[in-house]
């Protein structure tokens, strides 16, 4: 393992993504699909001879900095390993171009979930894969969060942290407190400590799911694409799954780690420790408020609107519109997007034309730090709505003086909020720039609009909900599949990090 270690931390993420190309070989033996089990066979043997030599070629080569070689190969694993990883899975699908395979992997490695191809298209185990590189990109992010992007202040950590984004000195309580620790051993320590949380979750709903009634391989494609908020699916989405209402009682449940980091990574306990660190968690608050009042608001805008809806008489469609508000809600703002198979229930009693605005918002909010979820991100949005309560206290009491929270109240209120309000900032310029990019390809403002969220909060599925048609990902250009690949990467690596790369001080550390 320590040999291992000293390879660059790119090439051991190949090898990583070369190894699991043989387990749809498995699964396509099982179910006797000779050629996907050809194709991902001859892949990862090919992939992982490769590997071997550049690990060869590669060992003694020693960077000046660690921590600044493994947020370059960060950076550097969303724009290569798609490459890889589409290989196996054009070959097998056989009927599309190899730029439509690389443009899926980039969408499934970046836990977007948008997909050019119908479910009934591909088979069984290309399933399997699409939704096994989603998982694997979760996990990936979940520990790259902790190890990488946590010590140099950066992927939400900056809200915090007392240094700035990209730096690592004087840091305040974050995942890892042993700033002079070997960032790889760092980055091995905290694979083996969060890898078997993350494969233990994913084996617990997968099982619920199928006690549930649901398919084994449609459960485990769900499963994946719940902890990874991938939100890729075999079938239909939700809709066509067979574990109906009490799958999704069973999925909603496991939305609460794209919300809050407490709940997963180590350092808060076991047990009622964890729980209550949870609970104090101010993500975690927020993202329960986001669900409460959000789906209140739809539910009993039936009454208080103007708009008069006479479809949903009953008590009982009442409450499974509320409940499809409920679970939707909560898939979005998680960024998965996955939608309640009484979503339509939802949108009739709501009476609004396009409520997929309210799930673009909740998308654009996102999740929690250093989880899988994309967005802003909650801590973000907390910030700044600190700083703008304390702004209007002081509009009404002048000369008042705010204690509240103490030390860690007062950074929040003050410099968490204008790092905040700079990364709102440079999003907001993101996804104008996106927007504009795909506009000049032929699209529609509302097309762009919508395309470039879904892009840059990694929730793909909000072409189909978020505007008043939905958008089919064949349709558009190979111009703008490129423009949205960059915005998936921009969106999951965050635009903090990739001004931390190019800062000339960074590399002059």
Known sequence: MRRILELPLIVIL?????????????????????????????????????????????????????????????VAAYGLLPFMLAWPFYEAVRTTTFFNA??????????????????????????LWRATVGWMGGLFIWVTAAAI???????????????????????????????????????????????????????????????????????????MGVLSTSGISPVDGLSEARAGLVGEAMILLFFVFAFSRKTFSPGFGMGAGRV????????????????????????????????????VADIHAALRALWGAVFTVASFLSTTGY??????????WSGLQTPGLVLMGLALVGGGVATTAGGVKLLRVYALYRHGHREIEKLVHPHSVSGSGGSFGRHIRRQGAYIAWLFFMLYAMSLAGVSAMLSATGLSFEQSIVLSLSGLSTAGQLAQVG????????????????????????????????????????WRA
Not at 105 to 125: I, N, Y
Request: proline fraction near 4%; charged fraction near 15%; include cysteine.
């Open 467 to 506: 505007g008043d048609a939905a958008i089919s990902y064949v349709q558009i250009s190979d111009t703008a599949k490129t423009i949205l690949a960059g915005a998936m990467v921009l969106g999951r690596i965050e635009a903090l990090a990739l001004i931390a790369l190019l800062n000339p001080e960074f």
């Open 14 to 74: 190949m090898g990583i993504c070369a190894l699991m190309m043989y387990l749809p070989v498995f699964h396509a033996v099982a179910v006797r699909d000779w050629l996907s089990a050809r194709s991902f066979f001859y892949a990862g043997t090919l992939f992982l001879t490769l590997v071997i030599f550049l690990g060869i070629a590669t060992y003694h080569m020693k960077p000046r900095s660690l921590a600044r070689s493994h947020l370059t190969a960060l």
């Open 149 to 223: 992007m946590a010590p140099l202040n950066l992927g939400g950590f900056e809200v915090t942290s007392l240094a700035r984004p990209g730096a690592g000195a004087k840091r305040d309580r974050v995942l890892d407190a042993d700033a002079q620790t070997d960032p790889r051993e760092r980055l091995l320590r905290l694979a083996l400590q969060m890898g078997p949380v993350y494969i233990a979750l994913t084996g617990v709903l997968w099982v619920a799911l199928v006690a549930a009634g649901e398919d084994p391989l449609v459960a485990i494609c769900h499963a």
């Open 276 to 311: 209550s660190a949870v609970y104090r968690d101010v993500e975690a608050r927020m993202a329960f408020y986001c669900i409460i009042l959000v789906p209140s608001a739809l539910f009993l805008r039936h009454w208080i609107g103007a708009f008069e809806v006479d479809d």
């Open 102 to 127: 690389w443009f899926e992997m980039v969408s499934s490695l970046t836990t977007t979930g948008a997909t050019l191809f119908e479910p009934e298209r591909l088979r069984d185990t290309l399933h």
């Open 339 to 348: 939608t309640s198979a009484e979503w339509g229930g939802t949108e009739t």
